[in-house]
T-cell receptor, first 112, second 115 residues
């Protein structure tokens, strides 16, 4: 079945470092891809999305490009901040019903 | 606040008891989803409503689980004869049905602890 695999955490970086969180997927058809973020004590929020191959989703300095040839959707940010500390989930929807399939999440710690 | 709300936020119960959670979606969102998230895992899909019709149920949703959405507004998720393995965060999300890909808006979740 459809699935998402993302790099395990926790990931610890210093402020202003470059961030990459790897994500690959398995799906039939043409899924839409997402990154969700869960800040401490808060609910899940959509961070960015891409709905077709070669699309780039971006928000709050984060970017991810839908790579069909490598079935990947890696999350990147050029300069992280302490406020980016959170759990990040890569996810996909493959059907019209928009049911989301999530990865296991990657916890990110940013040190000042 | 017009976001998705869930009640209660926390529930502690003894094994074998029944529990019921409520979700109020964003007004006019006709799709409603339930997910379950256990510690260290991503959320897993449980079930989905389009208006009042329950259109899909995951195999994770055993016969002890039942969900309803009367009148296509709020939804309830009931767990009968709770087991310790039911301890998790139960998330509700809603979305409109306006296009090919519709953003789901998540509530804060109900954390269930079964003793």
């Amino acid at each position: 079945g459809d699935s998402v695999t993302q790099m395990e955490g926790p990931v610890t970086l210093s402020e202003e470092a470059f961030l990459t969180i790897n994500c690959t997927y398995t799906a039939t058809g043409y899924p839409s891809l997402f990154w969700y973020v869960q800040y401490p004590g808060e609910g899940l929020q959509l961070l960015l999305k891409a709905t077709k191959a070669d699309d780039k989703g971006s928000n709050k300095g984060f970017e991810a490009t839908y790579r069909k040839e490598t079935t990947s959707f890696h999350l990147e940010k050029g300069s992280v901040q302490v406020s980016d500390s959170a759990v990040y989930f890569c996810a996909l929807t493959a059907n019209r019903d928009d049911k989301i399939i999530f990865g296991k999440g990657t916890r990110l710690h940013i040190l000042p | 606040d017009t976001g998705v709300s869930q009640d209660p936020r926390h529930k502690i119960t003894k094994r074998g008891q029944n529990v019921t959670f409520r979700c109020d979606p964003i007004s006019e969102h006709n799709r409603l989803y339930w997910y379950r998230q256990t510690l260290g895992q991503g959320p897993e899909f449980l079930t989905y409503f389009q208006n009042e019709a329950q259109l899909e149920k995951s195999r994770l949703l055993s016969d002890r689980f039942s969900a309803e959405r009367p009148k296509g507004s709020f939804s309830t998720l009931e767990i009968q004869r709770t087991e310790q393995g039911d301890s998790a965060m139960y998330l509700c999300a809603s979305s409109p049905d306006r296009g090919r890909v519709n953003e789901q808006f998540f509530g804060p979740g109900t954390r269930l602890t079964v003793l």
